[in-house]
């Protein structure tokens, strides 16, 4: 394995196709899980109007998902979007993403495996948080391996989130008590056997959490340091893991509204309960199998990914030098970064013993809102003179989709509630402590935003005249605009 000589720290190795990729991708988006865990809290609060703000997500998603493609083909770097938002907007700004970042990655994780115990409570009464733990232990073991064996592990798992969702549309088709009309002209239940109208206020505060839905395309730019050929590879990821992240989960749901006998039965949040009246126990057990297999699937790839980021992180000497070292040391036989995997992923296990899942949905909403419109922010810089020659994928209809991004995920984030914006800006006061303490009067040999050098050395992948500083392929290498 190379090293780069800046930072000591041993390079990827390419070995995942697109295939693969999109397997590891979807993986994380979870449709399953996110269908059953997620979707639950809309649809008791937004009614059938569920679907409408799942498409309006949808479209903002794709065009976020451009985003994603364009810039993980400019900056393809395991840092995922800290590395996007610091090459393009300033390295206070990437800094800052890294940040909340760092914090959703470790709260999302144990937030979704403490679902599991529920949807095994057919099999055997469980408590949520020691299954919660147990499942991520599980996923932080499978973390280490090498990405080969991630990517047929989850494949796997993936076959069973599909039938799962496979199994509830049609059988909610093959139910249909509602109107199609009622998709549209929306209704949201009372829990009392009454009905309320949808409105565009409902729909607005529904956007957080329904992009938390679909979240989890922009894996792919994680992954872009396993990927071979990523200036191409990454965007084609990126957008057919949306594509089919939308339809697995939004083809369930439209079906779950249509098949209940009652709109108030949506009131329940009991999708389990509703296949049950469907087609009985057995069935409804086999589609909580699924999905627990689901939620231990989303885990692995989670802690993979963000194991990754912390990796990113160390080569980009954000801590100590004994610090990186470790983070940023590799497995001799797998290849994978299993010190930053470990130090990522068993906080989580703690976490699932400790917190509980209603507390920290609304904050992750709220990350991903954030992050989403600073990636749209740093699209409009994305074709500035030095990064107009990088051979990247360039979305369609620039720079109007990054404009309506942001202006929708501005607004929506002035609909959150003031709890979930105060942790946000707690969070990202305390990383500005950081930054002025630590990083900034270091800056010349640290906070160093880099590349591989196998991409940084491209002619085309760096300021004419610019040389590759590594020296070695794969290697870590600085990032165009950043300090040496």
Not at 231 to 259: D, E, H, K, N, Q
Not at 329 to 345: D, E, K, Q, V, Y
């Amino acid at each position: 394995m190379s090293r780069s000589p800046q930072s000591g720290v041993a390079a990827l190795p390419r070995s995942l196709g697109v295939f693969g990729g999109v397997l590891l991708t979807l993986s994380c988006v979870t449709p399953a899980s996110s269908l059953f865990i997620v979707v639950p809290p809309l649809l008791q609060t937004q009614g059938s109007g569920t679907v409408l703000t799942l498409l309006i997500a949808a479209l903002l998603s794709l065009g976020v998902g451009f985003c994603y493609a364009e810039l993980g083909t400019l900056v393809p770097s395991a840092g995922g979007e800290y590395s996007i938002v610091g090459q393009l907007l300033g390295r206070l700004a990437g800094w800052l993403v890294f940040v909340i970042s760092v914090v959703s990655l470790l709260v999302i994780p144990p937030i979704i495996a403490l679902g599991t115990a529920g949807y095994l409570s057919s099999v055997a009464a469980l408590d949520p948080a020691v299954t919660g733990a147990v499942v991520m232990a599980l996923a932080v073991a499978v973390g280490v391996l090498d990405i080969k064996s991630n990517a047929l592990i989850t494949g796997l798992f993936l076959g069973l989130e599909v039938l799962a969702a496979a199994v509830v549309s049609v059988l909610g088709l093959t139910h249909v008590h509602q109107p199609l009309g009622g998709l549209v002209h929306a209704v949201v239940p009372d829990g009392h056997g009454g009905t309320g109208p949808f409105t565009a206020g409902l729909l607005v505060s529904g956007l957080a959490v329904a992009l938390f839905t679909y979240n989890g395309f922009g894996t792919a730019v994680y992954l872009s340091e396993d990927l071979r050929d990523p200036r191409r590879t990454v965007a084609r990821t990126v957008l057919w893991s949306l594509l089919a992240g939308v339809v697995l989960i939004t083809v369930p749901v439209a079906a779950i509204c249509l098949g209940v006998d009652s709109p108030d039965r949506l009131a329940e949040g009991d999708l389990v309960a509703i296949v049950d009246s469907w087609a009985g126990s057995t069935v409804g057990t086999f589609v909580s199998l699924c999905i627990a297999a689901a939620i231990l699937n989303a885990v692995i790839v989670m802690v993979l990914q963000n194991g990754r980021v912390l990796y990113a992180s160390a080569r980009d000497r954000t801590w100590p030098d004994p610090v990186n070292r470790v983070l940023g040391s590799l497995h001799p036989r797998w290849g994978s970064p299993w010190a930053a995997t470990l130090a990522i992923g068993l906080p989580g296990v703690v976490l699932a013993l400790a917190v509980p899942i209603d507390a920290l949905l609304g904050f992750t909403g709220v990350v991903v809102a954030v992050i989403y419109l600073l990636l749209g922010c740093a699209a409009l810089t994305a074709r500035r003179a030095r990064h107009r020659a990088v051979p990247a994928w360039r979305m369609p209809l620039w720079p109007a989709v990054p404009l309506v991004a942001i202006a929708v995920l501005g607004y929506s984030l002035t609909q959150q509630t003031g709890r979930d914006l105060l942790i946000t800006g707690g969070v990202l006061l305390a990383g500005t402590c950081y930054w002025f303490a630590y990083l900034r009067p270091r800056s010349a040999t640290h906070w160093v935003l880099s590349l591989p050098a196998d991409v940084a050395g491209d002619p085309h992948g760096a300021d004419p005249g610019t040389p590759d500083p590594a020296g070695a392929e794969g290697a870590a290498a600085p990032l165009n605009g950043a300090r040496p």
